[in-house]
């Protein structure tokens, strides 16, 4: 089955740019999406096909994939951005969803 | 506004089945896909099943086929999910979700841009 590899957690000072990487075979013929899910709250979508930003989702959220990772970068990381953060791709090849595994942000 | 309200979670015995329901406003439901989406507290996502717009098509994941049923009503703009022969391991919240359209291509965008608050489910004997 497909798998999507985050790193468990990612540490960044206020102010400064969080990256949150997300792997997978030929994700790069996949769109991906990542999702911010703060503590007791639902998912929320910040970034969609890859690099678009839902409506609402402030500028300094964006997303790329080449090759095999994906990736989302947080610029002037603040601490209302310390949550959960998810990347999901559909794997034509089976026809379904996949998450990754969670990567927990923590703004120091 | 687009509002999704999941209900039907409680607890039930290993073997029992259950029924979740997700009632839908803001949109016109029909045009969309719609997901479930499992989440032990704690713990990660876990996609559990899609069900296209017009309701004939469905993919599940390995963990549920068989056991589960994504069905809908668009008349009444409502999602289910069927859950039959429950396993412990099928404890979580449950969430279901609006899959994003692209209309700039006219076609659904693999994704999910509106959640339900959650419903919870506990497999315990």
């Known amino acids: 089955s497909y798998e999507l590899t985050q790193p468990p957690s990612v540490s960044v000072s206020p102010g400064q740019t969080a990256t949150i990487t997300c792997s997978g075979d030929k994700l790069i013929y996949q769109y991906v999406c990542w999702y911010q899910q703060m503590a007791g709250q639902s998912p929320v979508m910040v970034i969609y096909q890859d690099t678009k930003r839902p409506s609402g989702i402030p500028e300094r959220f964006s997303g790329s994939n080449s090759g095999n990772t994906a990736t989302l970068t947080i610029r002037e990381t603040q601490a209302i951005d310390e949550a959960d953060y998810y990347c999901?791709?559909?794997?034509?090849?089976?026809?379904?969803?996949?998450f990754g595994s969670g990567t927990k942000l923590t703004v120091l | 506004e687009v509002q999704l309200v999941e209900s039907g979670g409680g607890l039930v015995q290993p073997g029992g089945s259950l029924r979740l329901s997700c009632g839908t406003s803001g949109f016109t439901f029909s045009t969309y896909w719609m997901h479930w989406v499992r989440q032990v507290p704690g713990k990660g996502l876990v996609w559990v099943a899609l069900i296209y717009g017009h309701g004939r098509s469905t993919q599940y994941a390995d963990s549920v086929k068989g056991r589960f049923t994504i069905s809908r009503d668009n008349a009444k703009k409502t999602l289910y999910l069927e859950m039959q022969s429950l396993r412990a391991e099928d404890t979580g919240v449950y969430y279901c979700g609006r899959e994003t359209y692209d209309f700039v291509n006219g076609r659904p965008a693999p994704g999910i841009d509106y959640w339900g608050q959650g419903t919870l489910v506990t497999v315990s004997s």
């Open positions: 999901q791709a559909w794997d034509s090849g089976t026809d379904i969803y996949v």
